[in-house]
């Protein structure tokens, strides 16, 4: 069996797969300061209340876009799996060109979404990924990385808007029944959820021009389903896409 750990700056996911069978995943926060030991002990409480043995786990791959945590992340592999893991990063086979002015660049998570999204749904293809930044990477028909956007997340300008603005209070991110707000809480839902979609929609609309053809589009990441429900543009939600991409890379790799 295959642990894949995707590492991002708020949420770090988990999965099982059993062959190509995803059979569970947990999302859990990112902590920069967690100890391998700290780790370890999450994880085997993971696999514990899941029934899952941690024997049978035979490679481990981690993609992280945080530094500190790739080093705890490789002595957990090593010490409580007896695993040397396979980390997302030079030397490692992805099976994509990245036509950047400089790849190294490129996130880790991005290469490997572009990777699960050009095998599973072919190209050209767009992948937004809601997560700490909303991110647009576009792959070409024949499965080259061509370039994307970053823009800031949904988390990030709610965050601002509290921190920035006295009077405004933190809510929680779902919809309001109507766009137009009656009172301030739903008023600050529906600019943040509703400007997201504007965002999203707007942006892959110049994409596809710049392009100059149809492309799908598939939505990932924590918040990709409360976001794509009223999006014009996103074609399919995958919320899982990084981790099926990182068992793809351990095939390429074996």
């Not at 293809?125 to 800031?152: E, N, Q, R, W």
Request: charged share 25%.
């Amino acid at each position: 069996m295959i642990l894949a750990i995707d590492v991002g700056n708020t949420n770090t996911v988990l999965g099982v797969f059993d062959d190509d069978e995803l059979i569970v995943d947990w999302r859990v926060a990112t902590e920069r300061d967690k100890t391998a030991d700290e780790y370890g002990m999450l994880f085997f409480d993971l696999f514990n209340y899941n029934d899952i043995d941690a024997d049978k786990i035979d490679k481990i791959i981690i993609s992280c876009v945080v530094p500190p945590v790739v080093n705890a992340l490789e002595e957990v592999a090593i010490k409580y799996f007896g695993l040397k893991p396979l980390i997302i990063g030079p030397g490692v086979k992805t099976g994509i060109n990245i036509e950047m002015d400089n790849p190294k660049e490129v996130g880790a998570d991005r290469i490997v979404n572009a990777i699960a999204a050009y095998k599973l749904y072919g190209g050209p293809v767009i992948v937004v990924d809601f997560g700490t930044a909303t991110t647009f990477c576009l792959i070409s028909k024949d499965g080259d990385y061509l370039g994307g956007v970053i823009a800031p997340g949904i988390n990030i300008s709610m965050e601002a808007l509290f921190n920035y603005a006295d009077k405004l209070p933190k809510v929680e991110l779902n919809k309001s029944r109507n766009i137009i707000g009656k009172n301030t809480i739903d008023s600050l839902k529906s600019g943040i959820i509703y400007g997201a979609i504007g965002q999203v929609d707007g942006v892959v609309r110049r994409i596809k021009g710049e392009v100059g053809q149809e492309t799908e589009v598939i939505a990932t990441g924590g918040l990709a389903e409360l976001v794509s429900a009223d999006s014009e543009e996103i074609d399919r939600i995958n919320p899982l896409l990084t981790l099926h991409g990182l068992r793809m890379v351990v095939d390429l790799n074996s």
